[in-house]
């Protein structure tokens, strides 16, 4: 096989068809899924994926697992909730069948949309690290994924689709469930609530809103932008929670499921 694409689920029943869709030209769909309680992995077999229940471990862990069992000798990653664009797909398709490259991961340009818009500024059209060679990529265990690749990373000029939720009160619980995740990891490694990390927050959003131009995506950017904010706002209270003792956390966060 040249291609497997390597997508992590829970509770993604609403997503998951439009992403197999946009990944159906790869040899193999392999979906790593942490024991979903709703018609995910249903709908990810209806559509020729290979589906493995694998108890949530941490982003890092459990793309570790589902990397281990692609056959491909080509990586691509895709979250539930992201689409491929057929001009990527293209892309990739001539990059794996090139004869020679001398890059052992590639970047792609992820775009967001939010409330209905596609954000154009404030930042929030980023590069991440999606293809690699399977035998030269590391996941470490960590909460958010953060891919190793042994050699040189190229990039790759079409952008890959990111729906960051359907409703702000979706988008907003997942990420407050995750800003605690965060939180109570940190505290475990001996951090404690700064005030200082507070006022970095509203510096970054000032930033991305003003300086960033996140202001011409109308409400949609500015909502973006606060999330960003209220995230370490949330985190930096948990951290305060926990230090005073009125509050409990279990004893590995990082496997708790933040969906």
Sequence with gaps: MKISAVILTRNEAKNIERCLKSVSWADEMVVIDAESEDETREIAERMGARVIVHPWEGAGAQYAFGIAQAKGKWVLIVDADEEVTPELAKTIWQVINAPKTPYAGYKVKRVNYALGRWLRYGGWQE?????????????PPTLHPRFQVDGQVGKLP?????????????????????????????????MHFSSWALLSAFWKFMRRFVFKGGFLDGWAGFYACLQRFL????????????????ASMEKNPIKIPFK
């Design 231 to 246: 995230y370490a706002v949330i985190k930096e209270a948990r951290l305060l929670e926990l230090q005073r003792g009125v």
């Design 158 to 190: 079409f952008p890959l689709r990111h729906y960051m939720a359907s409703n702000l009160l979706e988008w907003w619980q997942r990420s407050f469930r995750l800003a605690q995740t965060e939180a109570e990891m940190e505290f475990l490694q001996g």
């Design 127 to 139: 590069w991440v690290l999606r293809l690699f060679l399977r035998e030269r990529v590391t996941s």
